[in-house]
């Protein structure tokens, strides 16, 4: 494959991506994180993988900033612990390791915002699982279909691709849009 079709490979996803979301339901999903912020809760984010990494680029970009200055907003990472991933990996199973850390960082109100291509992480399912019995607001963002996660999510981004390389590649431009939009919702608000 040449890297222009890869890259055409690339377009063609985000636009199909595009036109399968809604301006409502991204619409919704800025106002529900920006009402997560304004009452002064969290979000957690987590993933695995490439998406554990997309989890810690997304709090950088809410706790830093993203393009506008601002106060820091409560967003946490839930795969840049390593005392806490790996000690309760080894103790109790790897499937729990989200879920444990909602128990402990989520609160009614807040929101958990969780990646698998798939949407099918065992870990991440418990997190949601975990996240909707305490009264928090989910959000997938995964490949085609959703997955398990799909019935677990108030609000779903269920890239329309089996590829994971263009499924994360529409994820960081979903994400990327996110941080903008709600950084300027709360910018002159904070």
Same mark, same amino acid.
């Given at each position: 494959?040449?890297?222009?079709?890869?890259?055409?490979?690339?377009?063609?996803v985000l636009?199909s991506a595009?036109?399968s979301?809604?301006e409502e339901?991204?619409?919704?999903?800025?106002?529900?994180?920006?009402?997560?912020?304004?009452?002064?809760k969290?979000l957690?984010?987590?993933?695995?993988?490439g998406?554990a990494?997309d989890?810690?680029?997304? @709090? %950088?970009?809410?706790? =830093?900033?993203?393009l506008?200055e601002?106060k820091?907003l409560? #967003?946490?990472c839930?795969? *840049?612990? !390593?005392?806490?991933?790996?000690?309760w990996?080894n103790d109790s199973g790897?499937?729990?390791v989200f879920s444990r850390q909602v128990?402990?960082?989520?609160e009614?109100?807040?929101?958990l915002l969780?990646?698998?291509?798939?949407?099918n992480?065992k870990?991440?399912?418990?997190?949601?699982?975990k996240a909707?019995?305490?009264?928090?607001?989910?959000?997938?963002l @995964? %490949?085609?279909g959703? =997955?398990?996660?799909?019935?677990?999510?108030?609000?779903?981004? #269920?890239?329309?691709?089996r *590829?994971? !390389?263009?499924?994360?590649?529409?994820?960081?431009?979903?994400?990327?849009y996110?941080?903008?939009?709600?950084?300027k919702n709360?910018?002159?608000?904070?």
């Amino acid at each position: 494959m040449s890297l222009r079709t890869y890259f055409e490979d690339s377009a063609s996803v985000l636009a199909s991506a595009a036109a399968s979301w809604n301006e409502e339901l991204i619409a919704a999903a800025i106002a529900a994180v920006s009402g997560v912020f304004r009452r002064g809760k969290t979000l957690l984010v987590c993933g695995n993988g490439g998406s554990a990494s997309d989890a810690m680029h997304i @709090t %950088g970009e809410l706790v =830093g900033r993203f393009l506008l200055e601002r106060k820091a907003l409560r #967003a946490i990472c839930l795969t *840049s612990n !390593p005392s806490v991933l790996t000690a309760w990996a080894n103790d109790s199973g790897y499937d729990s390791v989200f879920s444990r850390q909602v128990e402990a960082y989520g609160e009614p109100g807040g929101a958990l915002l969780g990646l698998s291509t798939s949407g099918n992480s065992k870990n991440v399912i418990m997190a949601f699982e975990k996240a909707r019995s305490m009264g928090m607001t989910t959000i997938a963002l @995964t %490949g085609d279909g959703g =997955g398990e996660l799909a019935a677990l999510s108030d609000f779903l981004f #269920a890239v329309p691709s089996r *590829s994971t !390389p263009l499924i994360q590649q529409a994820h960081v431009c979903l994400y990327h849009y996110l941080c903008q939009e709600v950084e300027k919702n709360l910018a002159t608000r904070l």
